[in-house]
């Protein structure tokens, strides 16, 4: 047991052993993770327990900089310990962040730490969803996510829509690295005018027809960030929204029905 979660067991040492009562004998064999020939190291002196190229100290606590970016034990590498060995500027949560909710902490798990499967465990990915948008400003950082617009245009006349700004994928004029997106029609909506759109602004350029005149129509569209640069294909990660137009007539000065 360890009743006050500081990582020693509780009791009192044996004089022989050195391990606490309540640790009875000890463990045989000290859990390996990684299972790493090469390094050999158990759990506990393995700074990467599951070899994801991710530390412990960022998996555990959920934090890309917990390790202080050395890759290894917890803020600046050597950390400054307690008299038991604990960590100075370390608090002890009873669990690791736990990023799949599968009941094994991050840390130490080998398939669920990395759910957008690029390589790089969450906890040490500044993308989580692979969508171009860095977490710290992705509202949904773990989920790629398109929402839904509305918007007015005239018959005839060309309407600029803006359908990126609620959306986690960001323009090409973002510059932001990672982010390399374009947009499709995705083929689904009732608008028959004529579609384009402008990766480099986010924005749908919608022309409706004639008998769009009075109506409501939409367009669906796809909008991908291309992971490799080579086009759209199957690994790209995309997501996909509805655009909802009210089409007005526009003037008819000569009342003949179709619009000047």
Known sequence: TDANNDGIA???PNAITGIPSSAGTGVGVPT???GNVGENLPNFLDADADDDGCSDANEYYGNNTADGGDGGQYGSDPAAVNANGTVTAASYPATGADIDGGGTADYV???GDDPDADGTANACDLDDDNDGNPDASDPN???PSAVAD??????GMSATIDILTNDDFLPDNSGTAGSDIYISDAGTGTGVGIISFDENTGELIYTPALIEGGMSVTIDYTVCNDLTGDGPTLDDVCATATVTILVAMGPDADMDGIPD
């Open 32 to 34: 390996d993770t990684d």
């Open 10 to 12: 509780d009791g009192t």
């Open 150 to 155: 509305s918007a007015t245009a005239m018959v």
């Open 109 to 111: 798990d080998i398939t």
């Open 141 to 143: 950082p773990l989920v």
